[in-house]
């Protein structure tokens, strides 16, 4: 087991100057809602999320807290993948336990139907792995703390072109999600841009697991790789059937965030070997900060390996924390004002919100691809 206190000194390091004595007396807890898939397909996202979450609460909790010694604490709602759970969710944290801030949801479907709920009632709203465009379009109270797919997708295929060449490509995505149409619409804009032919495209339904039609009309095209958008599910019964189908394995994926996961790897097996996908971060990132997260993570989940979604989700409750801490009381507005200006450096690096209270450096995107079920650096 690695050193608690070593620990305790990052969790205060990254919180910083807000852990005053000025509220020690009062240490009735600070209670935050989650909304996250933590049941069902999707629940790969959620379950990553929540456990980045947890490490992050600990962290926290045990460096001292928020406002000067008072526990963080989190109520989580299962919204198993469906907006209309999510958008009765945000009803209920709100309503019912009077949370001033809402961690999620996990997709941005489920932000499409919470987040308007949450900005009516004024209560800040901030998603960890919310990707298509538009979310924080939704109000002034809603924010995000990952990139969105518009400047993830276009460095990973003009990466790919740069690398191996590709001219050619046969585009699939799920047609009936909010995200994964979000996520097609930046790869069709970016191929155009790049000079990238796209042969066909194809698209499939969430709930689908036979894709051999749209497979058998991209394989006599012959493309140079296949152009992906979809939830990880999906996308790993697509790399395997396209390999049982005989699509060679030059003819390589490049996925966008659905695709960043490794349960694509264990999954799908050497089937997914070669998948390209965009990330703002790596577990190989060899700071300190982020070896020691990698670390706690392994030793709280039995040696789990933390994901982009478990990363992302640690950093968020730092800078929440932060804005707590210097809006002085768990008032909801005063929170909402104090995150815009957060500063934080965290395992996924400097963190600030820009104006639309989307993250403001976008600098930090890297391309990883898939070799033996897991995911490393592209060299």
Do not use: C
Not at 206 to 225: E, G, H, R, V
Not at 313 to 319: K, S
């Amino acid at each position: 087991m690695r050193s608690m206190s070593r620990r305790m000194l990052l969790a205060a390091a990254m919180l910083g100057s807000g852990l005053t004595g000025a509220l020690a007396q009062d240490k009735t807890p600070v209670k935050l809602g989650a909304i996250e898939i933590l049941t069902g397909p999707n629940s790969r996202y959620g379950i990553a999320i929540q456990r980045g979450f947890d490490l992050a609460l600990a962290d926290i909790n045990k460096a001292g807290g928020v406002l000067g010694g008072r526990p963080l604490a989190l109520a989580y709602e299962d919204s198993a993948g469906a907006k209309e759970q999510a958008l009765n969710a945000a009803r209920k944290l709100i309503g019912r336990d009077k949370v001033p801030l809402i961690l999620g949801p996990t997709l941005s479907n489920e932000m499409f139907a919470a987040g308007p709920v949450a900005n009516e009632r004024k209560v800040p709203i901030v998603g960890t792995s919310t990707t298509a465009n538009g979310i924080t379009a939704i109000g002034p109270y809603v924010f995000r703390t990952s990139l969105p797919e518009s400047d993830v997708i276009p460095v990973t295929l003009k990466t790919a072109q740069t690398k191996f060449g590709i001219k050619r490509v046969a585009v699939m995505y799920g047609n009936d999600d909010a995200f994964t149409k979000s996520a097609y619409d930046v790869m069709k804009a970016s191929l155009e841009k790049l000079g990238i032919e796209t042969l066909t495209t194809e698209t499939f339904g969430s709930k689908d697991s036979d894709f051999s039609a749209q497979l058998t009309k991209i394989k006599a095209l012959n493309p140079d790789a296949i152009v992906l958008s979809a939830l990880v599910e999906a996308a790993s019964g697509i790399e395997l059937q396209a390999r049982q189908l005989g699509i060679p394995d030059k003819v390589f994926f490049i996925g966008g965030n659905g695709l960043n996961s490794p349960k694509l790897g264990d999954i799908a097996g050497k089937a997914a070997d070669g998948t390209l996908v965009g990330s703002p971060w790596f577990i190989g990132k060899p700071d300190a900060a982020n070896q020691a997260f990698v670390n706690a993570f392994k030793d709280k989940y039995g040696g789990d390996q933390p994901d982009q979604f478990a990363a992302q989700a640690y950093d968020t409750l730092f800078i929440v924390a932060k804005a707590i801490d210097a809006a002085g009381a768990p008032d909801s507005e005063k929170i909402k004002d104090a995150l815009i200006k957060v500063k934080h450096t965290g395992v996924m690096g400097p963190f600030s919100f820009s104006d639309t209270r989307d993250p403001a450096d976008t600098s930090g995107v890297v391309v990883l691809v898939m070799k033996g079920g897991k995911f490393q650096l592209l060299q």
